[in-house]
């Protein structure tokens, strides 16, 4: 795991500014056109946060079955 920090340290130190910038407006542009699909799919903060409920509790409730066997 080390190695690959190490290599993407190397990677960071390697580029220039005139390779950076353009590889910076890509990387927002493709975060903000994931934010955008998340949205229009209903995957927003509050979505996600009531997803990670149903599945915590379905968790619980499946451990709970499974002792009561």
Known sequence: MFAILGDAAAAYNAI???DAIPFLIC???LYYIKVRI???VGLGKKK????KRIIV???VEGHQQAHRS
Do not use: R
Request: hydrophobic content about 50%; glycine content about 6%.
């Open 27 to 29: 990387i927002i542009g």
């Open 38 to 40: 998340d949205a229009s």
């Open 48 to 51: 996600s946060k009531e997803l």
């Open 16 to 18: 220039s500014w005139a």
């Open 57 to 59: 509790d379905a968790i």
